[in-house]
């Protein structure tokens, strides 16, 4: 359990640096993944240590138990001699034997005992191992789903906006040919309705103002000059012609 508060607390504090500086969550997961396995690493050389240890023990105790066999035969040679003195020696060294011997059998029981807690573990850890990295691929799976969905709606939220834009320049340029249009419209009803001349049509406004200008101007002029002629007609006529044209048209009433 230790071992697992203390990949949590890593993986939490991880986490949390990771979401305050926007990192990515995969990298995340993909860093306490390899702490994990890290510690499942160091959790298997604990147990190929304490293999190692214990069969080096069994490897002494066999070496030990040679000895033993060994002195059983001495001082069995040695009463067979008559020497029961080298007989009773062998067999103190036996029982000094037997004395690290029985150490050896209980220290093997020890690394056998943790032997089995440890590969008990390792299994427990490894499953677990197994299970996050299991979770750690869907939810980096996930996390790009998601960050290609936002890439996609920000590129059809920008092409929207492209659009808009677009939509708005051409009903802009349309705004434009209508008035064009209408505008080329009026000017061929006031040509045809003799409105506008071709001097309209080349000067605008201050063109038309200057023709009806002089056009009054000659008007004036004209009505003078008539008005000049009859005077010099009427002298050249006498006063009877004056008197005559002015009565007449009494006489006839």
Excluded at 27 to 43: A, G, I
Excluded at 87 to 101: P, S
Excluded at 221 to 248: M, S, T, Y
């Amino acid at each position: 359990m230790g071992l697992f508060s203390r990949l949590a607390n890593l993986f939490q504090i991880r986490a949390s640096a990771a979401l305050d500086k926007a990192e990515d969550p995969g990298q995340v997961m993909d860093y306490s993944y390899n702490k994990q396995l890290e510690q499942l690493q160091q959790l298997r050389r604990s147990v190929a240590d304490v293999v190692t240890q214990e069969k080096r023990l069994e490897l002494q105790q066999s070496q030990l138990q040679e000895k033993l066999n060994k002195l059983d035969f001495q001082a069995q040679q040695a009463l067979r001699a008559n020497r029961e003195d080298l007989a009773r020696m062998a067999l103190q060294r036996k029982e000094t034997l037997i004395v690290q011997l029985n150490g050896y059998e209980q220290q093997i029981a020890q690394l056998k005992a943790q032997e089995e807690k440890l590969i008990t573990m390792e299994r427990t850890v490894s499953a677990r191992v197994e299970t996050f990295r299991t979770q750690k691929e869907m939810v980096k799976a996930q996390y790009s789903a998601a960050q290609a969905q936002v890439k996609i709606n920000e590129a059809v939220t920008g092409i929207s906006q492209e659009m808009t834009e677009m939509n708005l320049a051409m009903q802009r340029a349309q705004n434009k040919v209508l008035d064009m249009q209408a505008r080329a419209n009026a000017m061929d009803t006031l040509i045809e309705q003799g409105t506008l001349g071709e001097q309209g049509l080349l000067g605008a406004g201050s063109g038309d103002t200057l023709d009806r200008e002089l056009q009054q101007i000659a008007a004036e002029q004209n009505v003078e000059a008539q008005l000049q002629a009859l005077k010099q007609q009427l002298q050249l006529e006498g006063p009877d012609a004056q008197h005559k044209q002015i009565k007449g048209p009494a006489t006839e009433m």
